[in-house]
Structures are given as structure tokens and as C-alpha cells.
């Protein structure tokens, strides 16, 4: 039974530049949420989907967007990066319920220069 | 604005210790809190979750207590191991979001 897979594993851009980040949720999943996680900090909440559309959004600018797909799978998106994006992306995955256990990915470890 | 305190930030103990990782946080308004393992470089692996109606949870060497009208939790791990060598994260769910620590950087001493 496959767990949360994130591709691709670490990612390399430069100021300015747009990313893509891709998360799989494990099997019986069907709610995706993404963190940020800087280096030596707790991951931080940016967004939340369920039913292909976004539930909850944290503390984040527009720059950061999300999708949801019929699959449950999900993307992040994130235009114009700035040197302070870089971090690892972490996506987690649970059955909708504020109850459920959420399951996490082993991140994309994203490096802006 | 829930704020998650986790103390101490490291700590170090020789193999065959208890360990004892301790979890605040500001709001009790929490739906349950959770405790995970990373490792270096690598994601999130859940290890109890509590439920707010809940007072502690077991698994294996793992024991997690939560007094939630306290703002307290605490993570006990029995005859600390090696392999136990980790960063330990807490994180309250509210709503649909989960609020983390900074996290406890353990390493147990052979």
C-alpha cells in the first residue's frame, strides 16, 4: 500500500522563476494539505483541498495556488520565487474529518538562487 | 493565533534512558493533537495521535499523555534507543490545519 509520494524529490530555481510541486495521497485519501517547512522550524500551514477545491488557507501570498484533481492527487504552484521559498514542501493526506490522522509525503526540497 | 511551544529544542541521552519531550500550546481549542518523527532531509512519520476527548495514548515503547485544558502534552519513550535519534514535532489540529513546534532534536548516546 503505497504511502504519500511528492515529486520531484528536490527542485533548483531561480528568483522569478514558477514552480510546480506534485503530490499522490495515500490509497483511501481523499484530502490534501501542503507545508512549508524552513530549515529548523515546524512546518507551516499554506492550504487545505477537498473535492477539488481549496477548504482553508494559511498565512501565505497569492503567489502560492493549489489545484485538486479527480484522482485526489494535487499540485503546488508557486510563481515569482523569492530566495525566502526556499524550504521543503511537505504534502499530507487523510480522509476529510477534522479526526483523521493526516499522513505526510517525504517532501521537495525546493532551492531558490 | 495558536502558538506550539516544544521544550527542550535538543537534548542528548545515553542509550537505555527514558526520554521525556514535552509539548505547550496557547489555544485549547484543539479538535486533537498529534506527534510525529523526522528525520534528516525526510518527512513526517505520525506516531500518536490523541484525540481532545482523550487523556494519553499508547504504542509500544510510546506513551502520550495531553491535558488540554493545561495547554500540555508530553511524549514519553521508553529505553531510549539508537535508532530513536530524531526531531520529535507536535502539532494541535484546528480545523482543517495542523499547527506545529519548532521540534525536540534528540540523540541517544550508545
Known amino acids: 500500500d503505497a504511502g504519500v509520494t511528492q515529486s520531484p524529490t528536490h527542485l533548483i530555481k531561480t528568483r522569478g522563476q514558477q514552480v510546480t510541486l506534485r503530490c499522490s495521497p495515500k490509497?483511501?485519501?481523499?484530502?490534501v494539505s501542503w507545508y512549508q517547512q524552513a530549515l529548523g522550524q515546524g512546518p507551516q500551514f499554506i492550504f487545505q483541498y477537498y473535492e477539488e477545491e481549496e477548504r482553508q488557507r494559511g498565512n501565505f501570498p497569492d503567489r502560492f495556488s493549489g489545484h485538486q484533481f479527480p484522482n485526489y492527487s494535487s499540485e503546488l504552484n508557486v510563481n515569482a520565487l523569492l530566495l525566502g521559498d526556499s524550504a521543503l514542501y511537505l504534502c499530507?493526506?487523510?480522509?476529510?474529518?477534522?479526526?483523521?490522522?493526516?499522513?505526510f509525503g517525504d517532501g521537495t526540497r525546493l532551492s531558490i538562487l | 493565533k495558536q502558538e506550539v511551544t516544544q521544550i527542550p529544542a535538543a537534548l542528548s541521552v545515553p542509550e537505555g534512558e527514558n526520554l521525556v519531550l514535552n509539548c505547550s500550546f496557547t489555544d485549547s481549542a484543539i479538535y486533537n493533537l498529534q506527534w510525529f518523527r523526522q528525520d534528516p532531509g525526510k518527512g513526517l512519520t505520525s506516531l500518536l495521535l490523541i484525540q481532545s476527548s482523550q487523556r494519553e495514548q499508547t504504542s509500544g515503547r510510546l506513551n502520550a499523555s495531553l491535558d488540554k485544558s493545561s495547554g500540555r502534552s508530553t511524549l514519553y519513550i521508553a529505553a531510549s534507543q539508537p535508532g530513536d535519534s530524531a526531531t520529535y514535532l507536535c502539532?494541535?489540529?484546528?480545523?482543517?490545519?495542523?499547527?506545529f513546534g519548532k521540534g525536540n532534536q534528540v540523540v541517544v548516546i550508545p
Open positions: 502539532a494541535v489540529r484546528r480545523e482543517g490545519r495542523l499547527a
Open positions: 490509497s483511501g485519501h481523499d484530502t
Open positions: 499530507a493526506s487523510s480522509r476529510w474529518g477534522v479526526n483523521q490522522p493526516q499522513h
